[in-house]
């Protein structure tokens, strides 16, 4: 019998053309037609339905689900934000953890990061043009650009280093100047309480890859 921590059941119940695989891994993996009817604030309803298989990692909501749409009803032409593994970008890596720690189960991660990416796939495909509520530069300019806005910053280096600070102590971190270039330590900033948030919802060593990933590529 599957453990309902991650919110299984229901999930199944709000979208009952979903139903749980055979899996021989730790992994959870779900299968089926995925029905939703969304209406954004100052945007119009739409209802779709693709064909979907979502695959939940053991260590969710602390690892983001993956999820791939199956039939190729969204083109694969560079222009719906597909990853190079065939999965859907659902959004910047920290901007999704961020989201699941608001709501960690399942039925969290599908209305505030799924929907959301389902419906402006459908509405591109309806309507042409781009995504609605904007879009994200691909790979990681984009990621650059989201994390300014999430964290309140200004450049490229403040967002890596603000990385870098995550992904060590926190005593250790506070001794550091503070990203924002206030010209204070970290641990006399409010920037400080700022950051403290994203903590809790990536350990250290996510961070000093990340960062590093930002800086190599």
Known sequence: ?????????????????????????????????????????????????????????????????????????????????????????????????????????????????????LYAASYKLFNGGNFPLGELAHGNPGIVIDYLDLFGLKSRDQVIQTLKLLGIKKRVANKSPCPCGCGQRLGKCSFNRQISKFRGIANRNWYRLHAKDLVDN
Not at 25 to 42: T, V, Y
Request: hydrophobic share 30%; glycine share 8%.
């Open 1 to 117: 019998m599957v453990s309902d921590k991650q919110g299984i059941a229901g999930f199944l119940k709000d979208y009952p053309g979903m139903v749980i695989l055979p899996s021989r891994g730790a992994d959870i993996q779900l299968k089926g037609h995925f029905e939703f009817s969304a209406k954004p604030k100052g945007g119009s309803e739409i209802s779709d339905t693709y064909h979907l298989h979502i695959s939940i990692p053991k260590q969710f909501p602390q690892a983001t689900p993956k999820v791939t749409e199956i039939d190729l009803k969204i083109p694969r032409d560079g222009k719906y934000h597909i990853n190079p593994d065939n999965t859907l970008c659902l959004g910047s890596p920290l901007r999704l953890k961020h989201k699941i720690s608001m709501r960690p189960t399942l039925v969290g991660f599908t209305e505030d990061c799924l929907v959301p990416y």
